[in-house]
């Protein structure tokens, strides 16, 4: 993150783009965001205005949240934010990415406002002053009905994120307490519910996930697989989102709290989307074994499975083996047990690096129970023998059965330690893990 106050200047690097190119293409954009903005939005009321009855949302101990007229000040800020936060890139890939992301959580909040409309039920008091020509300046648009999700937290997560990694020094804790006042505004102006906040927020995640500001887009070069078992995959993990989303929706009748199954709903869809041929790049897990602040809020729930499975699977088992010559194998480590080794290389696409981990990571992205690529499992055999130089070598993934066994299986085999494959595996089963490979290593990984 920078240390300075201002993001570098955009002529720091040789390669930036004239900064007219950029400024241009954010006003293209502003042209088509802010009247699409004011014509859904305002679409989305007057149909849920036209409705005999629109039902609320809300906790007994709203109530007691009180009215607080100068807070329409940094509610109404998001704005100047917003088109500021377009002109403040250094690319105009930046820039339509960013549009991507406010396009996004425009079209899904404004598709909720029309097919769930949910209206406040709180009645504002009379104000004056500048809160009160806000007031009115926002009354003259805005009317009670679209709020779950708020578009307004899934815009400010979006804005705050994009800021975050341009501001540095005391200005970088100065952001994020403005941005607690744009969102806790939501509340003390009585503009929304409570639960319009966790389901904007998870809307905001969503776009940031969509359109990452680094590396590729998550359904880039998209193609159906014709893989039958990633099909059986992506039917199951389809099967689980449907039926979480089935929970949140029929449990919302009950309580507002089932609401929370949206999420794991969301993170299973992103899964069953993987396998449906998007492929390990929908986790967004980077060389060093990080992941995107978006990949890592959106997918917790389902990671907190996979650590479930992981302890369920290994619980009775040492957590690495010994193979050969400073090589281990093993399941996904926490950071103690990475820092005992010289580098780990780690194949789990689904798992996140420790947080405490510091010693030298190296990740090759592969989704579980399926044959890796051939670049990828080739680029991962051939990292074992140089890392193995500088130290002892970890090759991990989630339980440390299938693509960590096949890595090494192919090192044992590229660098003549074994003369064939079935020999690899056979000394893979002496080591004492139940690996699972076929001879011809090409067991799914």
């Known amino acids: 993150m920078p240390t300075g106050a201002e993001p570098p200047p955009l002529s720091a690097s040789p390669a930036a783009e004239p900064y007219g190119r950029i400024v241009v293409r954010a006003a293209l954009w502003l042209a088509l965001l802010a009247p699409f903005f004011y014509s859904t939005y305002g679409f989305a009321n007057w149909l849920a205005s036209t409705r005999s009855h629109v039902g609320s949302i809300v906790f007994s101990w709203e109530h007691a949240i009180p009215f607080v007229a100068w807070t329409i000040v940094p509610y109404w800020s998001i704005n100047l934010f917003y088109g500021l936060s377009l002109l403040l890139n250094d690319s105009r890939r930046g820039v339509d990415r960013l549009a991507g992301r406010y396009l996004t959580a425009q079209v899904v909040a404004v598709t909720c406002f029309i097919l769930f409309p949910l209206t406040a039920t709180f009645v504002r008091p009379a104000t004056s002053g500048l809160p009160g020509f806000l007031f009115a300046v926002l009354g003259g648009f805005d009317k009670p009905f679209n709020q779950a999700p708020s578009l307004h937290i899934a815009l400010l997560v979006i804005i705050w994120d994009h800021w ?178 010289g580098t780990v290389i780690d194949l789990a696409a689904e798992l996140v690096r420790p947080r405490d981990a510091s010693g030298r990571w190296i990740s090759f992205p592969m989704l579980d129970l399926l044959p890796p690529p051939a670049d990828v499992l080739d680029r991962a055999v051939a990292t074992i023998e140089p890392a193995r130089r500088q130290g002892t070598v970890l090759v991990c993934c989630a339980l440390g059965f299938q693509r960590s066994a096949a890595v090494i299986a192919g090192w044992l085999v590229a660098t003549g330690r074994s003369h064939t494959p079935a020999q690899a595996r056979k000394q893979l089963a002496a080591s004492g893990r139940p690996v699972h490979l076929q001879v011809g290593l090409d067991e799914p990984a």
């Open 164 to 341: 975050r990694l341009r501001l540095g020094g005391i200005f970088l804790p100065l952001w994020h307490a403005w941005c607690f006042l744009i969102g806790a505004s939501v509340l003390t102006t009585w503009q929304h519910h409570f639960i319009d906040i966790p389901t904007g927020a998870l809307l905001g995640f969503f776009a940031l996930w969509l359109f990452p500001a680094k590396g590729e887009l998550p359904f880039a070069g998209f193609r159906l697989t014709t893989d039958g078992k990633a099909r059986r995959l992506l039917l199951y993990y389809a099967l689980g989102a449907a039926l979480a989303l089935a929970g949140a929706s029929i449990g919302a009748l009950l309580s507002p709290v089932a609401l929370v199954f949206l999420w794991p709903a969301l993170a299973l869809a992103i899964v069953a989307f993987a396998y449906a041929g998007a492929g390990p790049k929908v986790f967004q897990k980077m060389a060093d074994g990080n992941v995107s602040l978006a990949s890592r809020i959106l997918l917790w729930p389902y990671r907190l499975g996979a650590r479930i499975n992981v302890w369920a699977w290994t619980r009775k088992l040492s957590p690495v083996v010994t193979v050969t010559d400073g090589v281990f194998l093993g399941r996904f480590p926490d950071a103690a047990e990475a820092d005992g080794f």
